[in-house]
């Protein structure tokens, strides 16, 4: 069965700082893909990536930046000179033979002013 | 804005009653998903129609269930409520144009029950 980890439960960094949330996740699929959402504190999940896992180049977007590593199961999220805005709940998914999304646990970060 | 609506956003409802959460997808969009969101579960898959059929079941408990009308918005009844049942229920919707596409899934804002 498929699972993600997001070891870190909380970060908190002060503005301006470069923060990296960590995501490993285990699958036996082949194919596979991988997300992260973000859920700032209104609550909604909000789309941010999407990767297909024959695709390891990494990506960059504005500010954010992931990091995939097929050889570890990592897909790593970097936000480069973080904002108080970046506050908010981030989850790692992954999304394998079946359509559903198998999410972790989430990483909450705090972008002190 | 995601393009998926869901109604209502806030439930307050007492235990052992039913209540009815609806979703509308993205225009265009074929399968709907429905998500628990709890403080002990965390973000758990419920279930999934496509095009009006069931086409993956998760963790939806018995007294829960779903459907998917000719228009393509969707109902998640939940019945004989209790209180472990307080959660964020979100739906979520994606294109799959293809069977087994895996297309990516946008997220409604949620409908937040309480159960007291």
């Known amino acids: 069965a498929q699972k993600v980890t997001q070891a870190q439960t909380e970060i908190s960094v002060v503005e301006k700082e470069d923060v990296t949330l960590d995501c490993v996740y285990e699958?036996?699929?082949?194919?596979?893909?991988l997300f992260w959402y973000k859920q700032p504190p209104s609550g909604e999940l909000v789309f941010l990536i999407r990767?297909?896992?024959?695709?390891?180049q990494n990506e960059i977007s504005g500010r954010y930046s992931w990091n995939f590593q097929k050889s570890t199961s990592s897909f790593n999220f970097t936000i480069t000179a973080s904002q108080v805005v970046d506050s908010a709940v981030y989850f790692c998914?992954?999304?394998?033979?079946?359509?559903?999304?198998?999410f972790g646990k989430g990483t909450k970060l705090t972008v002190n002013p | 804005d995601s393009g998926v609506t869901q109604t209502p956003k806030h439930l307050i409802t007492a235990t052992g009653q039913r209540v009815t959460l609806r979703c509308s997808p993205r225009?265009?969009?074929?399968?709907v998903y429905w998500y628990q969101q709890s403080l002990d579960q965390g973000l758990q898959f419920l279930i999934q129609?496509?095009?009006?059929?069931?086409?993956a079941k998760g963790n939806i408990l018995e007294r829960f269930s779903a459907q998917q009308f000719p228009d393509l918005h969707s109902e998640l009844n939940l019945s004989s409520l209790e209180l472990g049942d307080s959660a964020l229920y979100f739906c979520?919707?994606?294109?799959?144009?293809?069977?087994?596409?895996?297309?990516?899934?946008?997220f409604g804002p949620g409908t937040r029950l309480l159960v007291l």
């Open positions: 699958t036996r699929d082949t194919t596979y893909y």
């Open positions: 979520a919707s994606s294109g799959l144009r293809l069977a087994g596409s895996q297309e990516t899934q946008y």
């Open positions: 990767r297909n896992s024959f695709d390891e």
């Open positions: 129609y496509y095009n009006g059929e069931e086409r």
């Open positions: 225009s265009g969009d074929l399968s």
């Open positions: 998914s992954h999304q394998g033979g079946s359509e559903k999304l198998v």
